[in-house]
């Protein structure tokens, strides 16, 4: 197959090394810093192109897919990374647009950070539109697997709930443990393991975590307010009561 990936940071370069190396495709970049061979500036180059990954900043992804529009046709597929399905749900294009994630990720961002084993073992969510010809699916999960990924196929709004939850909201958690530590300076000299394992997810890339907070609010403000009555609820003022609670919370723990 001919595929192709633009903006070639973290994920699109992971994906772009992967396919290289497997040497089962004819591969093509578009980007704008990385000079590499098969990699260009030049959109046209993606004509043709049997499937397109679009891997670029959730902020500038809608520019992207519309450019698009006038440079692929019907035949070819086309998907996204983005950390948020819905907000690109909404549109339809020429070409078949099957909205995807792939939940593997770091904390580092662009070319220099992507390696071909990323997606390896890692859940791939898929959001399929209503016309979406499940060959098509097919289709891309074939590509999919082969870089290591596992697809779950999902709505965009029970994904953005979903990510919310085990991503975002975690994320904002983590951000504001590290912020209660500001001026203690004997908790920092502390902290240790098990404080950087709990706040590993607050030095995400920041681009992507503004677009994920300011993309995914709502949902994100619904996690925040769960988490504050589950921890309000362990306290009690019987002391008794409130040990078999917490006792109790963490031995009914999901997993
Ligand atoms: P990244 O490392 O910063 O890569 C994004 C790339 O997009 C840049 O390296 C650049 O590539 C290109 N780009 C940036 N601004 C652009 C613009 N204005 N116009 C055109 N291209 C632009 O970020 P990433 O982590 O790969 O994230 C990319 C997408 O993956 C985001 O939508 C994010 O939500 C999603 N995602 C991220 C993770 C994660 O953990 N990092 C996980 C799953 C999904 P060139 O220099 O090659 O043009």
């Not at 192709?4 to 040497?23: A, R």
């Not at 679009?54 to 529009?69: A, G, Q, W």
């Not at 912020?179 to 890339?205: C, P, V």
């Not at 403000?221 to 109790?248: G, P, Q, T």
């Amino acid at each position: 197959m001919n595929i192709g990936v633009v903006g070639l940071g973290l994920i699109g370069g992971s994906i772009f090394k992967n396919l290289l190396e497997g040497k089962k495709h004819s591969v093509v970049g578009i980007s704008r810093s990385v000079n590499e061979f098969n990699v260009s500036k030049d959109y046209n180059n993606l004509k043709g192109c049997d499937i397109v990954f679009v891997c670029t900043p959730m902020n500038v992804t809608l520019e992207i897919l519309d450019k698009l529009n006038d440079i692929l046709d019907e035949k070819t597929i086309v998907t996204d990374v983005c950390s948020l399905k819905e907000f690109v749900s909404k549109k339809s294009y020429n070409y078949k647009f099957i909205p995807s994630h792939p939940m593997a990720g770091t904390e580092h961002q662009g070319w220099e950070y992507a390696f071909p084993d990323l997606f390896e073992g890692a859940t791939w969510a898929v959001t399929p539109k209503n016309d979406t010809d499940m060959k098509d699916f097919e289709v891309l999960k074939t590509v999919i697997e082969e870089l290591g990924a596992n697809t779950i196929l999902t709505t965009p709004q029970e994904h953005d709930k979903a990510v919310a939850l085990i991503s975002h909201a975690p994320m904002l958690v983590a951000q504001a443990l590290c912020k209660n530590i500001e001026d203690n300076e004997l908790a920092q000299k502390l902290a240790a393991s098990g404080f950087r394992d709990t706040t590993r997810l607050a030095m995400s890339n920041v681009e992507m975590a503004n677009d994920m907070v300011v993309m995914n609010r709502e949902n994100i403000k619904d996690v925040v307010r769960i988490l504050n009555a589950n921890i309000d609820n362990l306290f009690d003022s019987d002391y008794k009561e409130e040990a078999k609670k917490i006792k109790s919370f963490r031995e009914n723990l999901y997993g």
